[in-house]
């Protein structure tokens, strides 16, 4: 079993940054693909950024490409979510999630762990 837990949540202004970490326990992490999703309020979850095991490739929605950077730690069990330039349709819980079945996938039926969200809100 693998334990999400992500932080760096907050309230910011448009243009502003914010860099969201989600720590890992219970495994490492190593060898899983790791995501970032995010869920505004009445719409579906959607993919936001993946990291394969190795860090060596990436995947990001094009609504935050040039914006957003997903990096991780393997020796600390961390995934990082830096934010840059963010715009109030930002807004949402951003979940972190691990799978190690498919490979870098924007598919979020095929992360097995999840984490409990952390809140971001971007006023304009």
């Known amino acids: 079993q693998v334990q999400l837990v992500e932080s760096g949540g907050g309230l910011v202004q448009a243009g502003g940054s914010l860099r969201l970490s989600c720590a890992a326990s219970?495994?490492?992490?190593?060898?899983?693909?790791m995501g970032w999703f995010r869920q505004a309020p009445g719409k579906e979850r959607e993919f936001v950024a993946a990291?394969?095991?190795?860090?060596?490739?990436?995947d990001y929605a094009d609504s935050v490409k040039g914006r957003f950077t997903i990096s991780r730690d393997n020796a600390k069990n961390t995934v990082y979510l830096q934010m840059n330039s963010l715009k109030p349709e930002d807004t949402a819980a951003y979940y972190c999630?691990?799978?190690?079945?498919?490979?870098?996938?924007?598919?979020?039926?095929?992360?097995?762990?999840w984490g409990q969200g952390t809140q971001v809100t971007v006023s304009s």
């Open positions: 219970g495994r490492t992490i190593s060898s899983y693909v």
């Open positions: 990291i394969s095991w190795s860090g060596g490739r990436t």
């Open positions: 999630a691990a799978e190690d079945a498919y490979g870098l996938t924007r598919t979020s039926a095929w992360y097995d762990y």
